[in-house]
């Protein structure tokens, strides 16, 4: 990729752990921008997502660590890489 295309990027953020079920209070979102850029030689792709869904098995994710027995939670204030590579793996991208 010769040019550094500069895009908008929103992120879903999650904000805290929940109790019950998730609120939309419990997450953010927060508005960036970044340079659309592959190194030279690279075999890495650029991915755009275009839709957002909040699974079931994801609440297990957003409890605090000490009540969760099988699913590793999600830490506050951050974006999961695990979404990404689970759609990659399940569309034979990864």
């Known amino acids: 990729m ?6 908008s990027n929103r992120q879903i953020i999650f904000k805290d ?3 019950g079920f998730p609120e ?3 997450m953010e979102m927060v508005s960036s921008s970044i340079k659309l850029k592959v190194p030279e ?3 890495a792709v650029l991915v755009k997502n275009l839709y957002l869904s ?6 297990l994710k957003m409890i605090k660590p ?10 506050p204030g951050s974006v999961s890489a695990l979404l990404l590579n689970i759609f990659l793996c399940f569309h034979g991208l990864l």
């Open 2 to 7: 010769a040019l550094e295309e500069e895009v």
């Open 17 to 19: 752990y929940v109790t």
């Open 24 to 26: 939309e209070e419990d």
């Open 41 to 43: 030689g690279s075999e």
């Open 54 to 59: 909040c699974d079931p098995y994801m609440r």
């Open 66 to 75: 000490e009540n969760s027995t099988y699913f590793a939670g999600y830490e």
